[in-house]
């Protein structure tokens, strides 16, 4: 049977709600947040942040990649904090209010390192992470640099920029991974 018009319009499955303990007394007063990259420069950074705010209880999942638990000895063993060795190229299982997805290799000698896996950092481990987010409904926010953009012929470049990325270049595994996940 043919698709009317309103199934059509209404093709795009919405995420689910958040479970209704979301507005539960314990839940305003603890909210979740998963840092991935958390043992990073900018990471470790927006953990101090985040850790200043009593009612947050932080989660770090990190490879270590290029981050270091020194970056983070001053929260290990506080009981609003939890640091998880993981690899966001793999699924992760948690509850979860908000993610901030930081995890990549930032630096051009650690990206250009492995450019496989640099690609397969920035796609499915952000396909994971928007994954977690979508089932748990969680908010999500995935940062990176303008880098992504290339050499851009347009400053300051608009959401609307496509970029003028070089697909066979060195830095491709960073650009074309990081700006494929805008889609
Ligand atoms: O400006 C940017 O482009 C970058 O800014 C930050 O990166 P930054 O803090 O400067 O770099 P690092 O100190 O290297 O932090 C990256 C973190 O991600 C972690 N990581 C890296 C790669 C990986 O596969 N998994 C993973 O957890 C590293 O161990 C490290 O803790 C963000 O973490 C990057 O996502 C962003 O691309």
């Known amino acids: 049977m043919a698709a009317n018009s309103s199934d059509r319009e209404n093709h795009t499955k919405q995420p689910p709600l958040p479970s209704p ?3 539960s007394k314990f839940y305003q007063s603890n909210m979740r947040i998963l840092v991935t990259g958390g043992a990073g420069f900018i990471g470790s950074h927006l953990v101090d942040r985040l850790m200043e ?3 947050n209880e932080v989660i770090v999942a990190d490879n270590y990649f290029t981050g270091s638990k020194d970056n983070l000895k001053k929260w290990i063993g ?3 904090f939890e640091l998880i060795r993981h690899d966001v190229t793999e699924s992760l299982m948690i509850e979860v209010d908000q993610i901030y997805h930081l995890a990549c290799p930032a630096s051009p000698i650690f990206y250009k390192y492995n450019p496989v896996k640099t690609i397969k950092t920035n796609v499915i481990g952000t396909l994971n992470m928007l ?5 748990v409904g969680a908010r999500i926010l995935l940062t990176s640099t303008s880098e992504v953009y290339g050499d ?3 400053h300051p470049q608009p959401e ?3 970029g003028n990325v070089n697909p066979i270049g060195v830095r491709s595994c960073y650009d074309e991974g990081s700006v494929s996940l805008r889609l």
């Open 152 to 154: 851009p012929l347009e």
């Open 21 to 23: 303990l979301r507005f």
């Open 160 to 162: 609307s920029y496509w």
């Open 78 to 80: 506080h009981p609003r």
């Open 53 to 55: 705010n009593e009612k």
């Open 131 to 135: 994954g977690l987010a979508k089932r």
